[in-house]
Every structure is written in structure tokens, then in C-alpha cells.
T-cell receptor, first 114, second 115 residues
């Protein structure tokens, strides 16, 4: 049911930027793009979300393609604490069922090398 | 502002017993979601509740599982007559509602072990 596609795993060196891609070719006009991450033995942690424009916050940046069929989560300087599974999720705010539930895919496991 | 609180963090039950998992949403949040995560797998949606209402239970097993979110108090996920296959991490999330683009916040989970 997941409507996004992400690489299973990626590696990055510490202190370097990381670009985590996500494809969502079936995105609709009302779908927000959300990113969460899950550190080992913890609950998912909200990272960032956006609709059409690029977004920045203290944790990361979200770059959204002009056609919205893909997006990239950017960690500007990876640290060992950023090692986690990153999930890209579409959340339909026009959901007629009124659920607005998140459907998690398998995510990208990010490994940060010291 | 405290985050989503789940308790207990760890729960051990013998086969056939009942498990009760509690979730207190963030202050001001009236929407609660429950998810289950089996070892080495992703999160699977179970149920979505608002105060005193079940909105979507499409992910709930048909038997032994139930959820509630009373007017007062935490949301409860109840598993009756637990079996080994119920061993998993159970996460709840809360959000203020369905305004456009709001995010949900997750608790640290309850890890259920059935022996």
C-alpha cells in the first residue's frame, strides 16, 4: 500500500551531506510529503514535511521536484546519531475516510561511517 | 509539553493472558493512531481513534484485538489471549486533528513479549 519507493540502504561519511531520495510518481495534488526517521529501539521521529516548496528546519531540508514525483531529504552534516531508518510517506489530506493515516514503507537504512 | 507517553515500555505475558497497552497523547491532541512493528519489519497501521470513536480499524486483526480512546484517560490497546505471534513493538501516535499538513508524533512504544 505504500506509495513511495526508497533505496533499501545508504552509507555516508560523518560530517558529510547526505541526500536521501524518494520516488512518489502517483502523488496527488493534496498529498503532503512527510519524512520520519526511526533510531534503533525507538519510535518514529518527525523530521520534516512539505507540499510543493522546498522546506528547511533545524534537522534537515526537503527538496521537492517541480512535478512533485520525487523528493530528497538532505542532512547537511551527517553525524553518528543520524544513523536510522528514514521513511518517506505521503499523507493525503483529502482522505475521504477521514483517517489521514501514515502508510509506512520499508524506508532507507542510513549508515554513518566515522 | 510532554510528548506521547506509552506504558509500560516493556511487557511480558504468558500465552493466553491479556495485554493492555496505554497511550497518553500530547496535550491538546484528540487523535490517536496505533501501529505494530514486528522484528526487522516496518510499521503496520492498526487503528485510528478520536475521543470515544473508532474512525478506522482496517488494520486490526479481526479477533482478540480491541482499542478504545475514552473521553477521559489514555487510549488503550487490548490484546486478549495473547499468542507468540503477538510479540512485537506497539507504537501509538497522536495529532491535533486533520488540518492540512499536520504531523503526528510517536511514543517510544511498548515492547510486548509473549512467552
Amino acid at each position: 500500500d505504500a506509495k513511495t519507493t526508497q533505496p533499501n540502504s545508504m552509507e555516508s561519511n560523518e560530517e558529510e551531506p547526505v541526500h536521501l531520495p524518494c520516488n512518489h510518481s502517483t502523488i496527488s495534488g493534496t498529498d503532503y510529503i512527510h519524512w520520519y526517521r526511526q533510531l534503533p529501539s525507538q519510535g518514529p521521529e518527525y523530521v520534516i514535511h512539505g507540499l510543493t516548496s522546498n522546506v528547511n528546519n533545524r534537522m534537515a531540508s526537503l527538496a521537492i521536484a517541480e512535478d512533485r514525483k520525487s523528493s530528497t531529504l538532505i542532512l547537511h552534516r551527517a553525524t553518528l546519531r543520524d544513523a536510522a531508518v528514514y521513511y518517506c510517506i505521503l499523507r493525503d489530506t483529502s482522505d475521504t475516510s477521514g483517517t489521514y493515516k501514515y502508510i509506512f514503507g520499508t524506508g532507507t537504512r542510513l549508515k554513518v561511517l566515522a | 509539553n510532554a510528548g506521547v507517553m506509552q506504558n509500560p515500555r516493556h511487557l511480558v505475558r504468558r500465552r493466553g493472558q491479556e495485554a493492555r497497552l496505554r497511550c497518553s497523547p500530547m496535550k491538546g491532541h484528540s487523535h490517536v493512531y496505533w501501529y505494530r512493528q514486528l522484528p526487522e519489519e516496518g510499521l503496520k497501521f492498526m487503528v485510528y481513534l478520536q475521543k470515544e470513536n473508532i474512525i478506522d480499524e482496517s488494520g486490526m486483526p479481526k479477533e482478540r484485538f480491541s482499542a478504545e480512546f475514552p473521553k477521559e484517560g489514555p487510549s488503550i490497546l487490548r490484546i486478549q489471549q495473547v499468542v507468540r505471534g503477538d510479540s512485537a513493538a506497539y507504537f501509538c501516535a497522536s495529532s491535533p486533528g486533520p488540518p492540512r499538513g499536520t504531523e503526528a508524533f510517536f511514543g517510544q512504544g511498548t515492547r510486548l513479549t509473549v512467552v
